[in-house]
């Protein structure tokens, strides 16, 4: 079956570092993988798309990385700001249908 | 939350009771979706409907039926409430087919079965 894995439960990191986030999966080759916030009390919010033909995708701050050989996405973060602390969920198409399966997210904190 | 609401947001209801929550979106997305939210299970998809009648299952949707008789409301019922369908449900919409198929999340109903 198909298995989506974040692999840290949370991460800390130093104000106006970057941080990287990491989503890897297994099984499957999907058509894209979604990148999503949540803050606590609140629902996911999108934040990136990066499809399986593209290597890099970037939004302001933020980098999204897919690499299909290595089953992998990393996240990006630049310039890391206090406000950036919240839970980061990746999803990846199920079946190239209109499902999508969620990891358990990484909660990112970042430290004045 | 990109024009969709959810009711109640918090619930406590008894095991065996019944209890329904109402999805209603103003963006006219063909897609609605219901996920329940759990500690070290993160977000899992049980129903969505693709159309007005037209829904399928998703991986956890055992004790869960849902209704969609309007392009804006989506109904998730359990029909005897148990304590391990205690957990915080969210319900999406998406329009794929129309760019990236992005979700747009509600902001959730916290349900406590005891």
């Known amino acids: 079956s198909q298995k989506i894995e974040q692999n840290s439960e949370a991460l800390n990191i130093q104000e106006g570092k970057t941080a990287t986030l990491t989503c890897n999966y297994t099984?499957?080759?999907?058509?894209?993988l979604q990148w999503y916030r949540q803050d606590p009390g609140r629902g996911p919010v999108f934040l990136l798309l990066?499809?399986?033909?593209?290597k890099e995708k970037r939004k302001e701050r933020l980098k999204v990385t897919f690499d299909t050989t290595l089953k992998q996405s990393l996240f990006h973060i630049t310039a890391s700001q206090p406000a950036d602390s919240a839970t980061y969920l990746c999803?990846?198409?199920?079946?190239?249908?209109?499902?999508?399966?969620f990891g358990k997210g990484t909660r990112l904190h970042i430290l004045p | 939350d990109a024009g969709i609401t959810q009711s109640p947001r918090h619930k406590v209801t008894e095991t065996g009771t019944p209890v329904t929550l109402r999805c209603h979106q103003t963006?006219?997305?063909?897609?609605m979706y219901w996920y329940r939210q759990d500690p070290g299970h993160g977000l899992r998809l049980i129903h969505y409907?693709?159309?007005?009648?037209?829904?399928d299952k998703g991986e956890v949707s055992d004790g869960y039926s849902v209704s969609r008789s309007k392009t804006e409301d989506f109904l998730l019922t359990l029909e005897s409430a148990t304590s391990s369908q205690t957990s915080v449900y969210f319900c999406?919409?998406?329009?794929?087919?129309?760019?990236?198929?992005?979700?747009?999340f509600g902001p959730g109903t916290r349900l406590t079965v005891t």
């Open positions: 999406a919409i998406s329009e794929p087919g129309q760019g990236p198929p992005e979700q747009y």
């Open positions: 099984n499957y080759s999907p058509a894209y």
């Open positions: 990066i499809r399986e033909n593209e």
């Open positions: 999803a990846l198409d199920l079946s190239r249908d209109d499902k999508i399966i």
């Open positions: 963006e006219n997305h063909r897609y």
């Open positions: 409907s693709y159309g007005v009648k037209d829904t």
